[in-house]
């Protein structure tokens, strides 16, 4: 019988065919470097798989100065040494070493199996795992082979040496592993790239221009005639990839023509897109300038400070009325207090203080879970009891001295919100979120706010005059990470623009207050638990990032819930 292809596999097989079809047009002169081929099976990120590795060394790589380093996908097209050999000659681009790889395979377990193809997986998945590989297993490895010559392979560990490319998912893998990792590829060779919806890569236009941009000079080249399939239309979503770009301030350069989904033109191109991509080389790859919505919010040049580490895992950044900041480090049951922009312990012992906020008396009202309490603590340290009967979470204190908190511990998928009143009074005002976590309010105290972390959605709420909840809806839409099954969001600020943000798995999500994701703010290690906004002018962002904490001034300033109430601008709708 005749056993039919996968669409997956017909697509590779295209590629292929179309690459070395391609391989024919280019430079017949052969090239005179070095080739190095193996087979690398020990990979721990993509357990079970093999693949091949073919490194092309030119021969201007001297054995001994650390070479920059490009990565294709889907093998080491035969145009790439011969282009090299040339470009490097002419000074157009550094001494690059070459290396082609195959995506894995989980061999069959028997002869009438099927081996398990990952390169839908691998390349067209988002996430940081690809390049994960690369970084730790993949390049560490080519760095133990040497030429027949006798040439080490010396890599450079920097992101400014480093570029990467594909066709097809290989060029969505490409894009994304520089798109996760820019400290370690930052130019990025792309033709007839998958950005459509076979894993997610179609949401890649929004998230470009949403996120603070990143340090990626970018190289694009697709046809006409590419695929129009049951993913989406590979010509149209390469155009919305470069205008996402340029909207965005990237580096960006792009070729279009009538070509279908074949690497044939891929040969024709790739001298000018490496001329592109290495101009300037070895200045730093310039990051894009950003949404309007980020320049309203974020200072050039001004970056994230460490303001401490090596704690156990932080939390509760809390602000007084001089722009004091003080955070819990949960795990040694410790508050810390921000002075001249470095942490000091203020508590030996918060009763493993979780989240915390100041109230309008000047005292910080905390979470503490060693007691199930919401404990009171005063200038001098000292504590008195506010509330109990529930282990809260977060809680956020308004300025009439009445208290929201929440509690996801009780009862699993089916968190609390209490309500305390000033005198200390408790009760739930509401039930069913799966983790309600992070919970403050509007501007105008008119509307409560509370994230649930098992789902990509934070609540809206109106606030009745005796405390109680009202109109509760689905209402601030988050980005979830593609590895994750829900977007983490935990704690939230408003500013006085009435902007909402959110600490969230992806970073500091920033909405407006019709609920819309504007910007995604990245912190310096990948983490964020909760924020605030301290300094005098309440200018300055502290942001809780697991065993450290950063800060960083911006634009706007941050609207305290133990002030009085003010109504901010309504948002453009």
Not at 244 to 266: M, P, Q, T
Not at 390 to 415: H, I, Q, R
Not at 466 to 477: I, M, N
Request: charged share 25%; aromatic share 10%; proline share 6%.
């Amino acid at each position: 019988m005749t056993r039919r292809l996968s669409p997956v596999l017909v697509l590779f097989a295209a590629t292929a065919v179309a690459l070395a079809a391609a391989d024919k047009k280019a430079d017949p002169q052969p090239p005179k470097g070095e080739t190095i081929s193996f087979s690398f099976e020990k990979s721990k990120v993509f357990p079970g798989t093999s693949r091949g590795v073919t490194v092309y060394v030119p021969s201007q790589y001297d054995g001994k100065t650390p070479a920059c380093v490009y990565v294709s996908q889907d093998g080491l097209p035969g145009y790439v040494g011969p282009a090299f050999e040339k470009l490097i000659a002419d000074k157009a681009m550094p001494v690059t070493i070459a290396i082609g790889v195959t995506p894995g395979v989980v061999k069959a377990a028997n002869q009438d199996a099927l081996p398990r193809f990952n390169r839908s997986y691998e390349y067209d998945g988002l996430g940081g795992d690809y390049a994960r590989f690369l970084v730790t297993e993949l390049l560490p490895e080519v760095e133990t082979r040497a030429t027949q010559s006798g040439r080490k392979v010396v890599l450079s560990q920097s992101g400014v040496d480093r570029a990467i490319g594909g066709a097809s998912s290989g060029a969505i893998c490409a894009f994304t592993a520089a798109w996760e990792r820019p400290d370690e590829f930052s130019r990025v060779f792309s033709t007839i790239g998958t950005y459509v919806g076979l894993r997610g890569g179609d949401v890649y236009p929004t998230l470009i221009r949403k996120f603070e941009p990143k340090p990626i000079r970018v190289y694009l080249q697709d046809g006409s005639k590419d695929l129009n399939i049951y993913g989406g239309d590979w010509w149209m979503a390469n155009q919305t990839m470069q205008r996402a770009l340029v909207f965005a301030g990237y580096e960006v350069k792009h070729s279009w023509n009538d070509g279908g989904h074949n690497g044939g033109l891929a040969a024709e191109v790739f001298p000018e897109a490496m001329k592109f991509l290495w101009e300037g080389h070895p200045k730093p790859v310039r990051a894009g300038q950003g949404s309007s919505q980020l320049k309203e919010i974020l200072i050039p040049g001004e970056d994230w400070k460490l303001v401490g580490e090596g704690y156990k895992f932080t939390e509760g950044p809390a602000t007084s009325a001089r722009g004091e900041v003080f955070f819990n480090d949960v795990g040694s049951s410790k508050t810390f207090k921000v002075v001249d922009g470095k942490a000091v312990e203020w508590l030996a012992d918060s009763k493993r203080g979780d989240g915390q906020r100041f109230g309008p008396d000047g005292k910080l009202y905390a979470n503490a879970a060693a007691v199930g309490k919401i404990l009171a603590w005063d200038a001098e340290g000292k504590s008195t009891e506010f509330a109990s009967g529930f282990k809260g979470n977060d809680l956020v204190v308004l300025n009439n001295g009445a208290v929201y908190a929440t509690d996801p511990f009780e009862v699993p998928n089916n968190s609390k919100v209490y309500y305390v009143s000033p005198k200390g009074e408790v009760r739930v005002v509401d039930t069913g979120l799966k983790f309600a976590n992070g919970i403050t309010v509007s501007p105008d105290q008119t509307l409560l706010y509370v994230a649930d972390s098992r789902s990509h959605w934070v609540y809206s709420y109106q606030i009745a005059a005796d405390g109680s909840l009202a109109y509760k809806q689905k209402y601030y839409h988050l980005h979830v990470h593609d590895k994750d099954d829900d977007s983490g969001a935990d704690g939230m600020r408003a500013d006085r623009d009435g902007r909402l943000w959110i600490a969230t798995k992806s970073g500091l999500q920033v909405c407006d207050q019709a609920g819309r994701v504007n910007c995604v703010i990245p912190t310096p290690n990948g983490k964020v638990s909760n924020l605030t906004f301290g300094g005098p002018d309440m200018d300055t962002v502290y942001a809780t990032c697991g065993d450290k904490v950063f800060s960083r001034k911006v634009k706007v300033r941050g609207a305290n819930a133990f002030e009085p109430p003010f109504k901010p601008a309504p948002p453009r709708l």
